[in-house]
C-alpha cells in the first residue's frame, strides 16, 4: 500500500511541477500572455517593406498569420548588439519558413522621438517642427538599419502610447509576442542587459514550436508567392 500512495505522489508532483513551469524569459511579465488576443490594432510607422515611410496596421495586414512581433525600447546609443542578434535569427527564420508558414517579423522600436506633434494637442509650431525633425532623423537611421533583412519589417512608434495599449512592462527593454490568429502562443519578455544567446535561443525554439502547433492544427492557408 505504502508504494502505491508514494508511486502516486511522485505522480502528482511531477504533474503540479509540468503545469506550473515558470514562464519564457527572464521571469517578468510584459504584454498579452499565452493564449489572450492581442488588443487592437498596430498602426505604426513603417521604416522599410512595401509601406515604408507610411502609417500602417501590421496586425491587419498580417491577417491571421503567424508572426514574430517584437517590442524593443530604442536606447540613445542604437540598437543593442544581443537585440541585433535576435532580430537577424527572426529574419532567417522567416526566410526559410515562409513560403511553408507565412510566418512575418516585424521589430516596433518604441522611442519618443517616433512622436508626431501635428497629431497631439497642445504642441505649438515650434514643437512640431522639432518632432518632425527628430522623427525623420529617426526614420533615416533604421532605415539604413533596416537595409540588411530580407524579411524583417522594422518600424516605430512613440514609447508612451504602445506601452499602455500592449500594456508593456516598464521594466522590459525587449519583449516578444509569438501570435497567430491574432491568439498569443508564446511572449518573452527581457530586462536590459539580459538578452544573452540563451534568451535568444529560447525566442526560435519558440517560434518553431508555434509553427509546429499551427501544422498540427487546421490546414494553414498559404500566401500567395507571386504577391
Same mark, same amino acid.
Given at each position: ?12 508532483l511531477?504533474?503540479? !511541477?509540468?503545469?506550473s513551469?515558470?514562464?519564457? =524569459? ?24 512595401p ?5 500602417? !496596421? ?19 546609443? =542604437? ?6 542578434k535576435?532580430? /537577424?535569427a527572426?529574419d ?9 508558414? =507565412? ?29 518632425v525633425?527628430n ?7 533604421l ?10 519589417i522594422?518600424? !516605430? ?5 504602445l ?29 536590459? =542587459? ?6 535568444? /535561443? ?21 500566401? /500567395?508567392?507571386?504577391k
Amino acid at each position: 500500500m505504502l508504494p502505491r500512495l508514494f508511486a502516486v505522489a511522485v505522480l502528482m508532483l511531477a504533474g503540479t !511541477c509540468v503545469w506550473s513551469a515558470p514562464q519564457a =524569459g527572464d521571469g517578468m511579465k510584459s504584454g498579452p500572455q499565452i493564449d489572450e488576443n492581442l488588443p487592437g490594432s498596430l498602426q505604426v510607422l513603417n521604416v522599410n517593406g512595401p509601406y515604408a515611410g507610411r502609417y500602417h !496596421c501590421l496586425v491587419c495586414e498580417f491577417r491571421l498569420y503567424p508572426v514574430a512581433l517584437v517590442f524593443a525600447r530604442l536606447s540613445p546609443n =542604437g540598437v543593442d548588439p544581443e537585440l541585433k542578434k535576435l532580430l /537577424d535569427a527572426l529574419d532567417k527564420t522567416a526566410e526559410e519558413k515562409h513560403d511553408d508558414t =507565412g510566418l512575418e517579423t516585424v521589430v516596433v522600436f518604441l522611442t519618443q522621438d517616433a512622436r508626431s506633434g501635428a497629431t497631439e494637442k497642445g504642441t505649438n509650431a515650434e514643437g512640431i517642427l522639432e518632432e518632425v525633425k527628430n522623427r525623420e532623423k529617426l526614420a533615416v537611421g533604421l532605415a539604413e538599419f533596416a537595409k540588411s533583412y530580407k524579411r524583417l519589417i522594422v518600424a !516605430c512608434y512613440p514609447e508612451d502610447d504602445l506601452a499602455a495599449q500592449y500594456k508593456l512592462s516598464k521594466k522590459a527593454e525587449v519583449t516578444v509576442l509569438l501570435y497567430a490568429r491574432l491568439r498569443v502562443f508564446d511572449n518573452f519578455a527581457f530586462e536590459e =542587459g539580459k538578452l544573452a544567446q540563451e534568451g535568444i /535561443d529560447k525566442v526560435i525554439r519558440g517560434t518553431d514550436s508555434m509553427l509546429e502547433r499551427l501544422k498540427r492544427g487546421p490546414q494553414l492557408i498559404k500566401k /500567395d508567392k507571386a504577391k
